[in-house]
């Protein structure tokens, strides 16, 4: 199973970014995807996760009311929009594949909000 993030890069502060993954490979049976982040020498930390059957959608309190995830219909790819960006959004995004057995990850890309 692979993943594969894509429209990280450069944002001014107040920016937008939409960041997609994509799920292939050997057949799998997601349950949910969602994204975290990791900043220079800080924890990986939890951004936002939906969950299929449910529709549920998590969010990280501090990206609640800028950030918002989405899932493809076919529910092999999830995408997260991020709206009015700051400066602590910079990090490296990676995107996670829930399964039954385990948990699937992306490479990570690059999200980088300067003035």
């Known amino acids: 199973v692979l993943l594969a993030e894509s429209g990280g890069g450069s944002v001014q502060i107040g920016g937008s970014l939409n960041l997609s993954c994509a799920v292939s490979g050997d057949p799998f049976d997601t349950t949910g995807m969602g994204w975290v982040r990791q900043s220079p020498g800080k924890e990986r930390e939890f951004v936002a996760d939906i969950t299929w059957s449910s529709g549920r959608k998590d969010y990280r309190v501090t990206v609640r009311d800028r950030f918002t995830i989405s899932g493809g219909n076919a529910k092999n790819s999830v995408f997260l929009q991020m709206n009015n960006m700051k400066p602590e959004d910079t990090a490296v995004y990676y995107c996670?594949?829930?399964?039954?057995?385990?948990?699937?990850w992306g490479q990570g890309i690059q999200v980088t909000v300067s003035p």
């Open positions: 996670c594949a829930h399964m039954p057995t385990l948990t699937a």
